[in-house]
Nanobody, 125 residues
């Protein structure tokens, strides 16, 4: 069982930056691939970024490539999402998720086993 708690969301102007954190409970954090998803009102949950259990491989959604960076610190049981050059269309609730997939970097919601409660990110124009 893994519990995930996101933090770092807030209100920022377009062009600004935010860093989201996701703290995980349990001693097996390094066994999980980790991902970030987001969901805007009236829209489906969208893949943002993911990182494999080792931290070596990453994968990004097309809408955030070159602007967002995912990273993890297995010693701190934490995964991060650095978001730069934010746009109003990045406004959403951002969710952290954990996957037991060991090969590759999962990017489909069904591949994730545990989810956080989400943190709101609002980008004003």
């Amino acid at each position: 069982q893994v519990q995930l708690v996101e933090s770092g969301g807030g209100l920022v102007q377009a062009g600004g930056s935010l860093r989201l954190s996701c703290a995980a409970s349990g001693r097996t954090f390094s066994s999980y691939a980790m991902g970030w998803f987001r969901q805007a009102p009236g829209k489906e949950r969208e893949f943002v970024a993911a990182i494999d259990w080792s931290g070596i491989s990453t994968y990004y959604g097309d809408s955030v490539k070159g602007r967002f960076t995912i990273s993890r610190d297995n010693a701190k049981n934490t995964v991060y999402l650095q978001m730069n050059s934010l746009k109003p269309e990045d406004t959403a609730v951002y969710y952290c998720a954990a996957s037991i997939v060991r090969l590759g970097v999962p990017f489909v919601t069904d591949e994730y086993d545990y989810w956080g409660q989400g943190t709101q990110v609002t980008v004003s124009s």
